[in-house]
């Protein structure tokens, strides 16, 4: 009890601080990603590879693993000969492909575009997997992927930055094959009782603008649930590793179309 009070404090201090920080020395870049969609993009994607990765990626490696253990069980009973179509959502460098099965045909979607490199360099280093193509769009409005052409749907860390849970969902719904799959991984709010929701709302505005449109306190799994699949699993993944507090609620799950 004691432990937990103290990394929920130091946390308290830690994004007082990166407000204060924020809005005096490093008020040039606050501006910056405040008043250019393209600069924050631009500097998220640069950011996250490599300096949020090296630190992020690897204390998400179990509940990665647990989403793709998922996808295969989904999947166990149809004919392993046929490849398995699949499209992932805000693949950005490409952190899960390490944890595909064999004989899929992926194809990858991502609103940011500086994003594409990365992946495309990280993509060289999994041959196991049949790339289909690259589509730079948003995921509210997947206008390049056509009507009930996949098995499986892949979100892993998405939702918090949709302009529009809902509208991912509809569209997720609409390519999927009728019994097909959406296997999810998300960080979400603290329960309404913890103090832990209330740091999260404080650095919002800050960690939006740093982490390109990420909000930490949403209740994504109340939205999957009402998207109109015929049925969602859905179970809770906490984190507790010190790093990871604000991010260390977490839901895991598939939904079947």
Same mark, same amino acid.
């Given at each position: ?12 201090? /830690?994004?007082s ?9 490093? &008020?040039? /870049?606050?501006?910056? =990603? ?28 179990? *509940? #990665?693993?647990?989403?793709?253990? &998922?996808?295969k069980?989904?999947v166990?009973?149809r004919?392993?000969?046929?490849? =398995?179509?699949? =499209? ?7 952190p899960?492909? %390490? ?6 045909? +992926?194809?990858? +979607? @991502? ?9 495309? %360099? ?10 289909? #193509?690259t589509?730079? %769009? ?5 206008? @390049? ?11 892993t ?8 849970s ?6 997720? #719904?609409?390519?999927?094959k *009728?019994g ?10 603290? *329960? ?7 740091? %999260?709302?404080?650095?919002? *505005?800050?960690?939006?603008?740093? !982490?390109?449109?990420?909000?930490? @306190?949403?209740?994504?799994a109340?939205? &999957?649930?009402?998207?109109? !699949? ?22 895991i ?5």
């Open positions: 009890m004691i432990f937990g009070a103290l990394i929920t404090m130091s946390w308290f201090v /830690l994004c601080l990166w407000w204060v920080a924020a809005l005096t020395i490093g &008020i040039p /870049l606050t501006v910056m =990603l405040f008043v250019s969609k393209t600069f924050r993009s631009s500097f998220f994607s640069w950011f996250f590879v490599y300096i949020i990765g090296p630190i992020f990626q690897p204390r998400t490696i179990a *509940p #990665r693993r647990k989403v793709f253990q &998922i996808l069980d989904s166990s009973d004919d392993k000969k046929v490849p =398995l179509e699949v =499209l992932e959502i805000g693949v950005g460098e490409g899960n492909l %390490q944890f595909y099965p064999e004989n899929c045909n +992926l194809t990858v +979607l @991502d609103k940011n575009k500086f994003f594409e490199s990365y992946y495309a %360099q990280n993509a060289k280093k999994f041959p196991h997997i049949s790339y289909q #193509r589509v730079i %769009q948003p995921a509210e409005n997947m206008n @390049d992927v056509a009507d009930n052409s996949l098995d499986v749907v892949v979100s860390y998405l939702h918090c930055s949709c302009d529009d809902m509208a991912v969902l509809k569209e997720v #719904r609409r390519v999927l *009728p097909g799959k959406y296997v999810f991984l998300e960080h979400v709010c603290y *329960p309404a009782n913890e103090f832990g929701l209330s740091i %999260q709302r404080l650095i919002n *505005p800050i960690w939006f603008l740093f !982490f390109n449109g990420c909000t930490l @306190d949403r209740d994504t109340a939205k &999957i649930k009402r998207a109109g !699949f015929s049925e969602v699993i859905c179970d809770k993944y906490i984190s507790t590793d010190w790093w990871m507090y604000l991010v260390r609620h977490q839901i799950g598939v939904a079947t179309n």
